[in-house]
Every structure is written in C-alpha cells, then in structure tokens.
C-alpha cells in the first residue's frame, strides 16, 4: 500500500538556522502530495501541497518540490524562527484513496 | 467561517467504559474523517464518512464506530475502553467524498483511560 517516509527527529536548530526535514513516498497512482504542521495543544493544518510533479507549494517560508524521480517531497525553510516549533507531518492523498501520512518530525528552534 | 470543532476536547474513562466523541465540520463539508494519534504510532486512519455513508474503515477492531448524520456531523464511539485507547483523536473534515483537496482538521478530543 502508499506509504510515507520521514525523518522522526526530534529536530532541533536555533534561530534563523536553514531547516531541511526529509520525505519520501510509495504510491501505486499520482497522489497529491501535503506538508501538515500540528502546533502544540492543536489539530493539524495544512502548510503547503502540491498536486503534480515538479510543482513547488509554499507557504510562510517554507517550501517543497514535488519530485516524481526521487520519489520525494523535502520541507525547506532558509530561516527558521522559534515560532515554527512544532511537529510536521508529511502526507500522500490518491485519487480516492485516504490520507496517508508520514510519522511527523518535531522540530524544536531555540532562540 | 467557523472550523472544525470536536467536543469533548478532554475526557478521562476507566477501563471497560465506553465513549462517544462529537465532530462538527465545517459548514458545507460532507466528507468526515477521523483518525487516532499516539506519540508510537503517529496519525492512524479510523474511518471516513460521507452523505451518512462509511465509505472507507481502517485497520482497528470492532469497538470503534462511527456514525454521521444528514447535517453532516459525525461521532465516533468507542466500547469496552483499553488502557491502549488512550489517545488524541482528530476529527478532519473536506469537501468532497474522493479527498482530493486539503483535509481541515479540528483540535482534537484527547481521551485517557485509567
């Protein structure tokens, strides 16, 4: 079945550090491809996506490539701040089939 | 526009009991997924509704259930509680039944057994 791969951490960086978490996917069709931060206390939301290979999503600093040939979907950020402390999840969404998401990497920025 | 709202957010139950929890989507979304997180097994899909229809269950036993109705609120229960069901569940609701598009998610009803 789909399944997604990413570095657990705990990840921690101090402030204005340049952040890389890793992804990589298994699926059967062309999912559409999501990073999800869940903040302290909270539900999920939703970061960034992108839907087809070689599209960027971004989103407040952040971003990610859709690569087909890797199979992969890295989060960047060039300058982290300790508000962007919290758990990110990467998921994978295939037409028809349920969210599948990756074990989410909890990212600590020290001031 | 309001979100998706979940109540209970806390709740404590000894072994045995049961449990119903609440979902609210948000306003003209019919498609309602729920999920169970733990810090072992990360986000776990329990099962997705649709127009009062569940369309798709994941891998857990059959204690748990759900159920939606014609306004599209949904509730999950939860019988014969384990100490192992201690967990945040995640209510997460979209627009369309094939999910393709961004799940919303609400803050979640962390459930303790003792």
């Known amino acids: 079945g789909d399944s997604v791969t990413q570095m657990e951490g705990p990840v921690t960086l101090s402030e204005e550090a340049f952040l890389t978490i890793n992804c990589t996917y298994t699926?059967?069709?062309?999912?559409?491809l999501f990073w999800y931060v869940q903040y302290p206390g909270e539900g999920l939301q939703l970061l960034l996506k992108?839907?087809?290979?070689?599209d960027k999503g971004s989103n407040k600093g952040f971003e990610a490539t859709y690569r087909k040939e890797t199979t992969s979907f890295h989060l960047e950020k060039g300058s982290v701040q300790v508000s962007d402390s919290a758990v990110y999840f990467c998921?994978?969404?295939?037409?028809?089939?349920?969210?599948?998401f990756g074990p989410g990497t909890r990212l600590s920025v020290l001031p | 526009k309001a979100g998706v709202t979940q109540t209970p957010r806390y709740l404590i139950k000894t072994r045995g009991q049961q449990v119903t929890l609440s979902c609210s989507p948000i306003?003209?979304?019919?498609?309602v997924s729920w999920y169970q997180q733990t810090p072992g097994q990360g986000l776990q899909f329990l099962f997705e509704?649709?127009?009062?229809?569940?369309?798709n269950k994941g891998n857990f036993p059959g204690r748990f259930s759900g159920r939606q109705f014609s306004n599209s609120r949904s509730e999950m229960n939860v019988s014969t509680l384990e100490l192992g069901d201690s967990a945040l569940y995640l209510c997460?609701?979209?627009?369309?039944?094939?999910?393709?598009?961004?799940?919303?998610f609400g803050e979640g009803s962390r459930l303790t057994v003792l």
């Open positions: 997460a609701s979209s627009k369309t039944s094939d999910n393709t598009g961004e799940l919303f």
């Open positions: 699926a059967t069709g062309y999912p559409s």
């Open positions: 992108a839907t087809k290979a070689d």
């Open positions: 998921a994978l969404e295939t037409y028809g089939q349920n969210f599948v």
């Open positions: 306003s003209g979304h019919r498609s």
């Open positions: 509704y649709f127009s009062e229809t569940q369309r």
